[in-house]
Nanobody, 126 residues
Framework: QVQLVESGGGLVQAGGSLRLSCAAS????????MGWFRQAPGKEREFVSR????????YYADSVKERFTISRDNAKNTVYLQMNSLKPEDTAVYYC???????????????????WGQGTQVTVSS
């Protein structure tokens, strides 16, 4: 069974940085896509970024481009989300997600992922 555990959230001032981690276990992840989503109070869960486990490009929502960077450490089975220049509108619960890669999916929808972490709160104060 796949388990995803996020960490690294917290309270930060606008303009600050945080690095989220997602530790994955339970499978061999070489064929998995890993995504980050976020959900603010009263809003739908939205795509932030995604990366293929083995190789391939990274993708970002327009709202976080050039501020956030997704990366992975295959040896540690961990995916990271480096968040810089944080804004109050980045405040949300951030979720890590995973699913086996399938062609013709763009992996920008929560419906594209089977496995989810419990989420970590990120709060950016103005």
């Amino acid at each position: 069974q796949v388990q995803l555990v996020e960490s690294g959230g917290g309270l930060v001032q606008a303009g600050g940085s945080l690095r989220l981690s997602c530790a994955a276990s339970g499978r061999t992840f070489s064929s998995y896509v890993m995504g980050w989503f976020r959900q603010a109070p009263g809003k739908e869960r939205e795509f932030v970024s995604r990366i293929s486990w083995s190789t391939g490009p990274t993708y970002y929502a327009d709202s976080v481009k050039e501020r956030f960077t997704i990366s992975r450490d295959n040896a540690k089975n961990t995916v990271y989300l480096q968040m810089n220049s944080l804004k109050p509108e980045d405040t949300a619960v951030y979720y890590c997600a995973a699913d086996v890669f399938k062609f013709l999916r763009n992996y920008r929808s929560p419906d594209d992922y089977e496995f989810w972490g419990q989420g970590t709160q990120v709060t950016v104060s103005s």
